[in-house]
């Protein structure tokens, strides 16, 4: 069993909190605070509105740019990063005027100062300043970090970092965990963001690694108060087979075990070149849908649904519960889970913000089937199952009454979120 647990953060994303009331200060006082409160309320940092869902590479064409927004939205995308176009870019402008159209955010390409000049609107979310930095570059991009801020008050900064199985001489740290807790503290983000793809080979399993990534994410994140974001691969490349829908489904579910609040595929349209010869991202390099178009529809459909919860949840920790070990107490001491049948499990706890208690659970394996045999630390009938069809709560359904206990159906790599009364 690999246990990860941490504290809550300080901060609470997108919390609603309203400031107390003033004491009654001398006047001087008063009125010297209430300038500083409207220094910093005239640069807000960002706050997440929604569950992002996104990806790499927007729709590199010239012809019927609108169309293809209303493609992204139908599949039930959330934001789109970068602009569109081939050999004639859409104007940034245009773009904001689709995503808000389509109920779409943007992280617009960041231009050349003066960034007073940037496009901004209700669609946009912020601006993507760099991809995949070196840590020698992270004094400058706090420049731009803070530049931005004061420009573009409440916009974010997007910023996305290698994943964990970098060199360091791509890092510029000597390890990953360096890399990331120096960005964090010289850049000050208001999003932590990385790629890391996962192979699928029976010889050659990435999973565990995708999770060691995940948890310096969720770990990092968790002790400034911001969300964290992650790519995940989407398309066949290089060693990387083409991933089932049970394997995209793993990736996404992993990330929200973790305490993901955005996900992104990568990619969206087939970038053409050398490195990508096969094709087969959601879209092909020359716009037709592939088979991955519906497979993301249908699971970004359900994330929509969990998103407003999900974005109401701070992780408490991960628990990977293999084999017979599931059965003692003490594999499942960290989580709301008593007992639970043989498997293999990953296990997100959370703290909702009014509160209660949630469990995430997710099928690891990624071609089998799991039926598990479930007991709460609680009377089920107070244990409350959040659907990924309606986002609404509902009663836990068991899915083999005839049985004795509560059994849950999952299907390959698919989670289900669970809240529990306060404890």
């Not at 955010?105 to 070196?134: H, R, T």
Request: hydrophobic share 35%; net charge neutral; proline share 8%.
């Amino acid at each position: 069993m690999t246990t990860h647990s941490f504290a809550p953060p300080r901060i609470l994303v997108g919390s609603t909190a309203r400031p107390r009331a003033l004491p009654p200060w001398p006047n001087a006082v008063l009125t010297l605070f209430c300038c500083c409160w409207g220094v910093i309320a005239a640069e807000p940092r960002f706050v997440q509105d929604r569950f992002a869902i996104g990806f790499w590479v927007a729709p590199r064409t010239d012809e019927d740019v609108e169309g293809r927004y209303a493609e992204i939205a139908e599949a039930n995308f959330t934001f789109v990063i970068g602009l569109c176009g081939d050999r004639n870019p859409v104007p940034a402008d245009a773009q904001l005027k689709l995503c808000q159209k389509y109920g779409l955010k943007a992280l617009i390409q960041l231009g050349a100062p003066p960034y007073e000049a940037l496009p901004d609107g209700p669609a946009c979310w912020g601006y993507s300043v760099v991809d995949e930095p070196n840590a020698s570059q992270f004094a400058g991009l706090r420049k731009t970090v803070d530049a931005l801020r004061a420009a573009r008050p409440g916009k974010l900064a997007y910023i996305n970092l290698f994943p964990d199985y970098a060199t360091p001489a791509q890092l510029g740290t000597q390890t990953y965990d360096e890399h990331v807790s120096r960005f964090l503290s010289e850049v000050n983000p208001d999003v932590l963001s990385m790629d890391h793809y996962p192979i699928f080979k029976p010889e050659k399993d990435g999973r565990e690694k995708y999770c060691r990534n995940l948890e310096v994410m969720r770990r990092e994140s968790l002790k400034v108060g911001i969300p964290f974001w992650n790519f995940f691969n989407s398309m066949p490349y290089g060693p990387h087979t083409d991933p089932t829908e049970a394997q995209l489904r793993w990736q996404i579910f992993t990330s929200l075990a973790y305490g993901a609040k955005g996900v992104m595929y990568f990619c969206y349209w087939t970038p053409r070149g050398d490195e990508f010869p096969k094709g087969g991202a959601i879209l092909t390099a020359d716009g037709r849908r592939t088979r991955h178009y519906d497979e993301a529809k249908r699971i970004n459909a359900g994330l929509k649904n969990l998103g407003p919860t999900l974005m109401k949840l701070t992780s408490t920790g991960v628990q990977h519960i293999q084999s017979k070990e599931t059965t003692t107490r003490d594999a499942l001491r960290e989580t709301p889970i008593r007992q639970i049948s043989d498997g293999d499990y990953l296990v997100g706890t959370f703290r909702h913000a009014d509160g209660r208690r949630a469990v995430l659970i997710n099928n690891y394996h990624f071609a089998y089937s799991a039926w598990p045999t479930i007991e709460f630390d609680v009377d089920v009938g107070k244990v409350v199952e959040l659907s990924p069809k309606t986002g609404r709560e509902e009663s836990v359904r068991d899915d083999s009454p005839d049985m004795a206990g509560l059994q849950i159906a999952l299907d390959a790599g698919e989670g289900r979120l669970f809240l529990l009364p306060v404890r």
